[in-house]
């Protein structure tokens, strides 16, 4: 199963690690189907994203080796990701900033005439 | 002088050079293309100017001037600028800097190329067929209403980004993977610390204009209305994602200018670069800033009154970095034994110009004042003074700082100081005067105007044609030397970086053994050779000469 | 250190170590610029659910969440044996690393098959995006689009109820077994076929990659000396799964 790593062959994922983690992933995705028969209100969006964030991780550590690789390629991924949730967060505070109407609750509605 | 093998006669004919492998033929054509489209993009400047020279129609319609002015701003920035001098000299020149055989990715480096022709084909493919007229930010709703070849143009400048994230991705493996023993980050040249900021922004900005090009696309061809207020969209979202990349752009712009001006005014000087930490962090500094400002576009697009407030304020901090880089070439100098090389004089050229534009950036970041110059000619005259006074003039230096070691030619410094002359004075006054105008309200993009603004728009223009002919005089002697240059020697400017210490040009595979690295700003040791030209080391001999 | 002894080892790198290594930060890079691609689409997904919360809660009832759960199952077993490809080139057991390729492209076809149903269902309910949204529903008494009109300068015009009700109030819409359709219910479907269909391209140049090396399995190029297309391959077609884990509970599963 965990051969010794050959060094120009680096390091090889033992098939126990792999299966496991299938098998995790299997599990998290039922909870992800399962968990919508609840409602959390506000929360539901968390925790469907965290469970998301952690089959990612998985999939990330160990399918694609960057637990056991160099740091900087796991540095490169997860700048990127900041990147895309700086974009996100900015854009989205500004869009509800400036729309209070499309908002409900947030402020009075404002209707333009329809006919 | 001039060796007999060099990688210019290694192998000949069309396909030795199409199918190239070798970073320094690709980096002579990513040249030759993109003067090729700095070209195209002054005509279309010269055409605009002389609409402009006075009011109502002069040489075109309406509708032509906004083509115009679209293919001029679309050509200079994709087609030129954002490749110019990464892909053409720093192409050449990195790999020689690390003492390296090439690039990490040669094929990669091939295929950036080739994307560079496949967007441009496109691009000039959409001008040849009636053109866009949008502007260069192509934005909704007009862009995905008008009748014009948005698409095309569109699809070609996404096909340029690939082009541009290969290049980033090439270099940034380069330099963290094939630096030669000894070189640690901080004994890198300051152009390398540069280019891998520049590659950096490429890698992770690039991808953002590609969805943004997409999306445009899509509501252009399916109607899905993501920009479309009607169906539910929204067109300030086209600015968020077109800006999101296009403002880290004009980093991808300067910086490797920066990297230049630093390289050409410590050897011009012969002196060791001051500050060289603060330079090198500077570049990441700004590559990384870079990516949080770009709101400063959108002051009065809709925009919130909390998100104006962050982006005039990080704008703000921005600016601090590049008054570092300039703070320390001026100690550079201060006490340095000046040559006032054609190369030296274009970087000093650099410093009041782009020092001028980088000024202007804060009037502009400044959100009250903003509010006054948004869309005027005060703008378009900061953003000139930034991308040609900064990076078209560091351009201009690096071309004549490294073209003996990559054409083995000397050029006439004479005629270079009246091209830099001519290139000075005509660009101040085609410019300068577009402050004033801006600032008394001039709007820009505009095909007509009002009586007060003629005489502006006339020297403006005049100024244009001054500025062109310093070029056609700079391409008539660059090109004259090709033919007629004296024999350069390895080091003509004594610089003591790797790629000075091999043949002019150099051989294919650059060098013969992996050179050694020395700290690239110590000159102590290179003295004048009054045999051969240019100068040579005392102690080290150099690889691959003769 | 001789190059003739390695014939994988190209002239400019002097190890092959570094040649690996080179490759992977490059490979690394790219995957970079591909999460800023999808990125773009994530943001634009955020916007639209902080806006009009009540179109994505309405909307994804058309998706089928079994389907797209069978999907993801799919594609994180497509992983597995992806990964397992990777280490079986590693280890050099060649006929392993062919079974395992093929089962990873199989799982492609069955992702994109799935994929295929689903459009078609969509193409059958005239679920489409942006001005081809033409729900067929119970009540279909009006003749227009239902939501709102498109702006008097959008190209394929067609002639709508006039003027632009803002979001929060459904203007002249059906009731179904759905519930009321809110006004813009096209967006949604406008991000689900932009966010979907972008993923399908990625899906099937994956299957194109994957294709090609197991071809050169077949052909023996691959081995404890020389894995590396196998293992940057596989990267890409992971990547691709990743995408999917964010795609499946954020547009499948809102509520």
Redesign the interface.
């Known amino acids: 199963m965990s ?1 010794p790593a ?5 390091h ?2 033992p ?1 126990p690690v ?2 496991g ?2 098998g995790t ?2 599990v998290m ?1 039922y909870a ?2 399962a968990i ?1 028969y609840y ?1 959390f209100g506000r929360l ?1 969006l968390w925790i ?2 965290g ?2 964030v952690f ?2 991780s998985l ?2 550590l ?4 960057l637990k056991y ?2 740091p ?2 796991a540095m ?2 997860i ?3 900041a ?2 949730m ?3 967060a ?10 209070p ?4 609750g947030y402020a009075p ?7 | 002088m001039r060796p007999k093998d060099h990688y210019l006669n290694h192998g000949s004919g069309f396909r030795s050079w199409a199918f190239t492998l070798d970073h320094k033929r690709i980096g002579v054509m990513y040249l030759v293309a993109t003067l090729g489209s700095f070209l195209l993009g002054g005509l279309a400047a010269l055409a605009v100017r002389t609409e402009l020279i006075s009011r109502g129609p002069t040489i075109m319609s309406a509708d032509t001037y906004n083509k115009m002015f679209t293919l001029h701003g679309a050509v200079m920035v994709f087609l030129f600028i954002i490749p110019s001098i990464p892909a053409a000299l720093g192409n050449f020149v990195l790999p020689l800097m690390l003492g390296a055989k090439d690039v990490a990715f040669p094929r990669l480096n091939l295929m950036s190329f080739w994307l560079w022709v496949a967007g441009a084909l496109f691009c000039i493919g959409a001008v040849v067929t009636g053109g866009v007229d949008t502007g260069w930010t192509f934005y909704t709703p007009y862009s995905t209403t008008t009748n014009t070849n948005v698409i095309a143009t569109t699809f070609g400048v996404f096909i340029l980004g690939f082009s541009s994230i290969f290049t980033g991705m090439n270099f940034i493996v380069t330099i963290h993977k094939l630096r030669p023993p000894g070189m640690t980050w901080f004994k890198m040249p300051l152009f390398l610390w540069a280019l891998y900021g520049t590659a950096l922004i490429q890698v992770l900005a690039t991808p953002v204009l590609a969805i943004t090009l997409l999306l445009l696309i899509a509501e252009r061809a399916l109607g899905v209305g993501i920009f479309d207020p009607a169906l539910g969209g929204d067109p300030v979202l086209f600015q968020h994602f077109f800006w999101f990349y296009s403002h880290p752009a004009v980093y991808i712009m300067i910086l490797p200018a920066m990297g230049i001006i630093s390289d050409v005014i410590s050897i011009h000087a012969r002196k060791h670069i001051f500050g060289y930490r603060f330079i090198a962090l500077s570049s990441i500094a700004i590559a990384a800033f870079g990516f949080l400002v770009w709101g400063h576009h959108m002051f009065v697009s809709g925009q919130s009154g909390m998100a104006n407030a962050i982006f005039s304020a990080l704008t703000f901090s921005v600016a601090i970095p590049s008054a570092i880089k300039v703070f320390n070439w001026l100690a550079t100098l201060y006490k340095g034994d000046i040559h006032l090389t054609t190369a030296m004089i274009y970087a000093l050229m650099f410093i009041i110009t782009f020092g001028i534009g980088g000024l202007t950036g804060l009037h502009l970041g400044a959100l009250a004042v903003d509010v006054h110059l948004h869309d005027t000619y005060f703008v378009v005259a900061h953003f000139h003074y930034v991308m040609f006074g900064g990076t078209v003039i560091a351009l201009l230096a690096g071309i004549h700082h490294w073209w003996p070691k990559m054409f083995g030619v000397m050029i006439d410094e004479r005629l270079g100081r009246i091209g830099a002359a001519l290139v000075f004075v005509g660009f101040n006054t085609t410019f300068f005067t577009q402050f004033v105008m801006g600032s008394h309200g001039m709007p820009r993009r505009y095909y007509d105007y009002l009586p007060q603004y003629e005489i502006y728009h006339r020297i403006s223009t005049l100024g244009s044609y001054v500025m062109a002919a310093g070029f056609f005089l700079t391409a008539y002697y660059l090109i004259h030397s090709l033919f007629r240059g004296k024999p350069a020697p390895m080091n003509p400017w004594g610089g003591n970086s790797l790629e000075w210490h091999t043949a002019s040009p150099p051989p294919y595979d650059n060098f013969a053994v992996t050179p050694v690295a020395e700290d690239p700003y110590d000159y102590s040791r290179l003295v004048p050779d009054k045999i051969a030209g240019g100068y040579t080391s005392q102690t080290y001999e150099g690889a691959g000469a003769r | 250190m001789s190059h003739e002894h390695q014939p994988h080892l190209q002239h400019h790198f002097e190890t092959p170590e570094q040649q690996f290594d080179a490759g992977k930060l490059g490979i690394w890079l790219f995957l970079a610029t591909e999460i800023l691609l999808f990125g773009g689409l994530f943001c634009a997904y955020a916007i639209y659910r902080a806006s009009h919360p009540e179109v994505f809660v309405y909307a994804h009832q058309f998706l089928d969440k079994v389907l797209g759960g069978t999907n993801t199952v799919v594609l994180l077993c497509s992983s597995l044996t992806m990964a397992w490809a990777v280490r079986a080139s590693q280890l050099g057991q060649r006929k392993l690393l062919i079974a395992l390729l093929s089962l990873t492209l199989l799982g492609g076809f069955a992702f994109m098959g799935i994929k295929g149903i689903e459009y078609k269902q969509k193409w059958e309910h005239g679920l489409l995006p942006g001005t081809h949204f033409a729900p067929h529903d119970e009540h279909a008494a009006e003749a227009a689009p239902a939501p709102a009109a498109p702006s008097p300068t959008f190209k394929p015009s067609a002639a709508g109820p006039a003027g632009t009700v803002r979001g929060d109030e459904p203007a002249v819409s059906a009731s179904g077994p759905h519930g009321k359709r809110p006004s813009n219910t096209q967006i949604f479907f406008g991000i689900y076929f932009l966010m979907t269909g972008l993923h399908a391209i990625h899906v099937l140049i994956g299957m194109g990659a994957i294709g090609w090396i197991l071809v050169r399995s077949i052909r023996g190029d691959f081995g404890p000396e020389y894995f590396t297309p196998v293992d940057f391959v596989g990267l890409y077609w992971h990547l691709v799964d990743l995408i999917w884990i964010f795609l499946f509970p954020l547009l499948y599963l809102i509520h």
Request: net charge positive; glycine share 2%.
């Open positions: 051969q050959h060094r120009q062959v680096g090889v994922v098939l792999l299966f983690v299938l992933l299997l995705t992800t189907v919508t409602d539901n469907a994203l469970i998301a089959k990612a999939v990330l160990f399918f694609m080796h690789d160099k900087f390629n490169v991924i700048v990127s990701m990147l895309v700086l974009l996100i900015i854009t989205l505070t500004d869009t509800k900033q400036y729309e109407n499309r908002i409900p509605s404002i209707k333009t005439n329809p006919q």
